[in-house]
């Protein structure tokens, strides 16, 4: 570990510096503390934004970008016939709908684009909208393919557009209090990271209800299947399109990329250098060829805001156990466990005086060396020295009804009103979702995949 970043621990760690909920961390153990959101609204000017994808979480996304004051929907794009008519039967008969996004870019009454396509399409709308002058909310991952990332950086820099990425758990408060948390020392170094996102129903698994009447006079076909592979119409492919890899990135580039969001939010680090993945498809044999089951163990090299550590994680869509297991960050001095809307965090001390006797070399010693042994051990170490330091956990929660993803919204457009910084950059997207995409990659051709996180590129 570099001395900047130890000095900064041995300052930190073991005082009562920190705050936590109003109060030093040394007086809030044994306690639960409810978080509060810091995401502050500036100004309540009117921004217009257009849909383009108005599937599953189109909608999420914008029924809560809606709860933003002073934000508007004036269109909506579809490639399924139904969609367009459901979005004017939800969000008013005045919303203009159409099947090509072009016509949408087209629109001067447009300020900004949710895009929540297939994930093959996101490079091209994202590149297109901000050439048009359009502010970008993109969902993850931010694009197919770790080779279409640098052309979005590209052009957000070129146009000066805002450009976020949807993964919400960047604008958490929670992850904003494990970030406080890891910073301030208190678990030690970093060493390890755990974290999965198991599941077991078949929405999980995302075998979504097709409609009835799904057909190409209904859909669109030419136009979803753009630069991908030409092949016949084929509803499964159309809305379930994250089970093949034509068109989505499967568990990893869907799941993966958030948890890499978070780890990525909490250490400031811009990503591993060694990538290694297993994939299979076990059990949702429905006629995907995505993996149901990716596990993989990236390697992050020391950098100036962290030492080296491992990071494990796993996907497992037909999980028979406990599913949404929590994260866990681990130090040499504690760990911070994040779960579903809250967090505990649990520290220690270890002993400064190394143990003795019990499982120890020193029984098989000669009885007269074992006891020069004990005498020598009494005699550079007190009572003190020997003790281990177990502190209370902290328990944080969010507030009850609190939305990350409203966090991350307000985030967006605060940014498109005021200038600041977004909370998920192209960069920053490009740096979680390829790690996500190596993984598919390492699993596929069975061996390692290097990573440069700096330049952004496979070595």
């Not at 570099?2 to 153990?29: C, E, H, P, Q």
């Not at 037909?318 to 965090?345: F, N, R, W």
Request: charged fraction near 25%; glycine fraction near 8%.
């Amino acid at each position: 570990m570099n001395n900047t970043r130890r000095d900064f621990i041995r300052k930190i760690s073991g005082t009562s510096a920190l705050i936590v909920g109003g109060m030093a961390i040394t007086d809030a153990y044994g306690k639960t503390i409810t978080l509060k959101s810091e995401v502050k609204i500036s100004s309540n000017d009117n921004i217009r934004i257009a849909l383009i994808g108005s599937g599953i979480i189109g909608h999420y996304d914008t029924d809560t970008a809606l709860k933003v004051p002073g934000v508007e929907l004036v269109a909506v794009c579809d490639l399924y016939k139904g969609r367009l008519e459901r979005a004017k039967e939800k969000w008013g008969a005045s919303i203009f709908t159409t099947r090509d996004y072009r016509e949408i870019l087209a629109r001067k009454d447009v300020d900004a684009v949710l895009i929540c396509t297939s994930d093959h399409w996101h490079d091209h709308i994202s590149i297109d909208a901000m050439n048009a002058g359009k502010h970008v909310y993109c969902e993850k991952p931010m694009v197919h393919h770790i080779e279409e990332g640098q052309a979005v950086i590209d052009t957000q820099k070129k146009t000066g557009k805002v450009f976020q990425v949807g993964s919400q758990v960047a604008s958490s408060v929670l992850t904003a209090e494990a970030k406080k948390i890891y910073e301030s020392g208190v678990i030690g170094e970093l060493c390890y990271v755990e974290a999965t996102n198991d599941r077991s129903s078949a929405n999980g698994a995302w075998q979504y209800t097709i409609p009835t009447d799904a057909n190409t006079q209904t859909v669109d076909w030419d136009t979803y299947v753009g630069d991908a592979p030409k092949v016949p119409f084929d509803s499964k492919r159309f809305f379930r399109w994250r089970n093949y890899k034509d068109y989505g990135t499967g568990v990893a580039g869907d799941l993966f990329v958030h948890l890499l969001t978070n780890l990525h939010t909490i250490t400031s680090s811009i990503g591993p250098d060694k990538i290694f993945a297993l994939g299979e498809l076990n059990y949702w044999k429905d006629g995907r060829d995505a993996y149901d089951l990716v596990t993989s163990l990236m390697q992050y090299p020391e950098r100036k805001e962290h030492p080296a550590f491992q990071f494990y994680t796993r996907v497992n869509l037909a999980d028979g156990g406990t599913s949404g297991s929590p994260a866990k960050i681990v130090g040499t001095e504690g760990i911070i466990e994040l779960g579903h809307g809250s967090m505990k965090v649990k520290s220690f001390k270890r002993p400064k005086a190394p143990e003795f006797g019990g499982y120890d070399s020193v029984s098989t010693f000669s009885q007269a060396q074992q006891e020069e042994s004990t005498k020598a051990y009494k005699a550079l170490f007190s009572d003190e020295d020997k003790k281990w330091s177990y502190a209370k956990e902290i328990t944080f929660k969010v507030p009850e009804g609190y939305d990350e993803r409203l966090d991350h919204f307000t985030n967006f457009f605060e940014s498109i009103r005021t200038g600041k910084k977004v909370a998920e950059d192209a960069t920053f997207g490009l740096r979680a979702a390829a790690p996500a995409l190596a993984c598919n990659l390492s699993a596929r051709l069975k061996k390692p995949i290097l990573w440069d996180a700096e330049k952004m590129k496979i070595v």
